[in-house]
């Protein structure tokens, strides 16, 4: 497993490398609200992220760390955990069909806001939540309610789950080690992509408040 995941790291690291040119300050949304897949993740402290890294730069890496983390477990659990892979088939059967819109975007618009905020005075005519929400097809009424699992049975599931718990926080783990080794290579372009960006603005801003009335 550690020599694919390694792979997969690497390959993960170059798209984000290849990716971070188009990257420009100030044309990403602030967000209001903090993300819940890049705060305080394990995988930011591995790759080097500190706080002046801008959250746009930082989950359009971690978004691919996490792919690699959601499939490897994915493949685990469809190859060894068939009751866990029972109940997400099951959990998966009603959301077939209708408008996804925050499916099978790039990597580093998954986890974004879809919509903007809504402004008071700035109607939309909709929403792409609404629209998910209008295409969401109406579930067919269950024809039987399907047996409950026996005490052995729900013991056996527990096990499952645990060791697909423990599986993510491996493959988590082989993940984050693995990203040390790109450390050098992710703030080098940090320091040349990034942070000479923030800088200018930085400057425009002290700028602009020194003289007010120039601008
Ligand atoms: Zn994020």
């Known amino acids: 497993m550690a020599d694919s995941i390694e792979g997969r790291v690497r390959s993960g690291v170059d798209a984000f490398l290849r990716w971070l040119p188009r990257w420009q300050v100030g044309t990403s949304r602030a967000r209001t609200r903090v993300c819940r897949q890049c705060f305080g993740s394990p995988i930011a402290t591995a790759a080097g992220f500190d706080h002046d890294v801008p959250h746009a730069v930082q989950h359009a890496l971690l978004s691919r760390m996490q792919a690699i983390i959601d499939e490897a477990v994915d493949d685990y659990t469809a190859r060894n955990l068939p009751m866990v892979a029972r109940e997400l088939a099951k959990a998966a059967e009603p959301e077939t069909g209708g408008y996804k819109p925050d499916e099978g975007l790039a990597l580093e618009f998954q986890g974004l806001e879809i919509d903007p905020e809504p402004e008071p ?95």
């Open 121 to 215: 005075g700035q109607p939309f005519l909709f929403t792409l939540a609404e629209l998910a929400e209008r295409d969401r097809p109406v579930a067919p009424p269950a024809a039987e309610p399907p047996a409950p699992y026996s005490e052995e049975a729900k013991k056996a599931l527990r096990t499952e789950l645990e060791l697909a718990d423990d599986h993510a926080r491996q493959v988590g783990t082989s993940v984050c080690l693995a990203l040390v080794e790109h450390r050098r290579r992710i703030s080098d372009a940090v320091d040349r992509l990034v942070e000479p960006q923030i800088d200018e603005l930085l400057a425009e801003l002290a700028q602009a408040l020194e003289n007010p009335r120039s601008r």
